[in-house]
Structure formats: C-alpha cells, structure tokens
T-cell receptor
Framework: GENVEQHPSTLSVQEGDSAVIKCTYS??????FPWYKQELGKRPQLIID?????GEKKDQRIAVTLNKTAKHFSLHITETQPEDSAVYFC?????????FGKGTTLSVSS | DVKVTQSSRYLVKRTGEKVFLECVQD?????MFWYRQDPGLGLRLIYF???????EKGDIPEGYSVSREKKERFSLILESASTNQTSMYLC?????????????FGDGTRLSIL
C-alpha cells in the first residue's frame, strides 16, 4: 500500500524566514496531494492541495511543488509569522482514502 | 460550508466496555473515514465507507468495527476497549465519484480508556 514519509518532524524558524517541509510517496497511482494545518486542540484544516497534472501551485505565502518522477512534493511557506506555528501534515491519495505523513511541528519565533 | 460533527469531544471509558463514537456530516458526502491520531504517528486510517452499509479496512482496523446505516452517519465501535486504544479519534468525509476531493474533518474525540 501507499507509504508517505514526511521530513523534518520538527522545524524552528525565525519570523520572516522561509520554511520547507518535504514528503515522499511510494504509490505511483496517487494523484492528489493535500496539505493540512492543525493548530493545538483543533481539527486539521486544508491549506493547499495539488493534483498530479500540476507541478506547482501558490496561494499567497504558501506554495506546493510536485515532482511525479521522483515521487516527492513539498510545502513552502514564505515570510513566516508566529500564527504559522502548528503541525503540518502532507497526504497522498492512491484510491479512496488519504494516507498521511507523520507530521511536522513548525515553530515560528518572533 | 461542510459540517462534520462528532458526538463527544472528550470521553472516558473503562477497559472491556463497548464504546461507540458517532460522526455525522451534513453535505451528502458518499465517503466517510475514521482516523486515530497519536503523537509522532500522524493520522492512521482505521476504516472508511464509500456508501451506506459498505466498509473497507484501513491500516489499523484491529479491535474496531464500523457501522453506516445512513449516508450521513458513520459510527466507530470499540468492541472491548483496551488501554492502547486511548487516543484522539478524527472523523472525516468527502465527495465520492472521482477522487482528489478535499477531506473535511470533525473536531475529534479524545478517548481515554482506564
């Protein structure tokens, strides 16, 4: 079955710096790759997603890139702010159900 | 806006009890999912359902069962609760048909088994 690896598990940056989280997947049938942000005590919220026919997608300070050949995708956050501090999860969709990475705890210090 | 509602935010039960976790969605979604979330392990899929009375095992189905008698409701059942089932449980739903649709999550149920 699908296996999603996510790195790093923790990431600390200064406010204004960029943050990059990387994921790899194993099943070439996966065709959808969302990213979720989970603040402490809250539900995971979709922040951006990309489909397999697209290489890059941007939404303000957030961007996702996908390399289908290498089976990896990345989340880029620019000009980080303290409110970006949260746990971020990547996921891949090989069929009906999403398979998630183990998460990255991002801490942005001011 | 999609609303996924889990019946309890916090639940405390004893070992050996039969435990029911309920999830309801209001957007006529075909697919519903149960995950458990543990620190350092991410979200792991327990079971999912793609239609009424249909179910599929996820990665960690042992010790759990599910029920989907109505389209809007998906129940997770712990047949005989054990302490290693203490966890955060998250329900999610999504449209059926063609894949790559966003999943919408409930607020979660933090279950403690004593």
């Amino acid at each position: 079955g699908e296996n999603v690896e996510q790195h790093p598990s923790t990431l600390s940056v200064q406010e204004g710096d960029s943050a990059v989280i990387k994921c790899t997947y194993s099943d070439s049938a996966s065709n959808y790759f969302p990213w979720y942000k989970q603040e402490l005590g809250k539900r995971p919220q979709l922040i951006i997603d990309i489909r397999s026919n697209v290489g890059e997608k941007k939404d303000q300070r957030i961007a996702v890139t996908l390399n289908k050949t290498a089976k990896h995708f990345s989340l880029h956050i620019t000009e980080t702010q303290p409110e970006d501090s949260a746990v971020y999860f990547c996921a891949a969709l090989p069929g009906t159900a999403l398979i998630f990475g183990k998460g990255t705890t991002l801490s942005v210090s001011s | 806006d999609v609303k996924v509602t889990q019946s309890s935010r916090y639940l405390v039960k004893r070992t050996g009890e039969k435990v029911f976790l309920e999830c309801v969605q209001d957007m006529d979604h075909e697919n519903m999912f149960w995950y458990r979330q543990d620190p350092g392990l991410g979200l792991r899929l327990i079971y999912f359902s793609y239609d009424v009375k249909m179910k599929e095992k996820g990665d960690i189905p042992e010790g759990y069962s599910v029920s989907r008698e109505k389209k809007e409701r998906f129940s997770l059942i712990l047949e005989s609760a054990s302490t290693n089932q203490t966890s955060m449980y998250l329900c999610a739903s999504t449209l059926g048909g063609i894949g790559n649709q966003p999943q919408h999550f409930g607020d979660g149920t933090r279950l403690s088994i004593l």
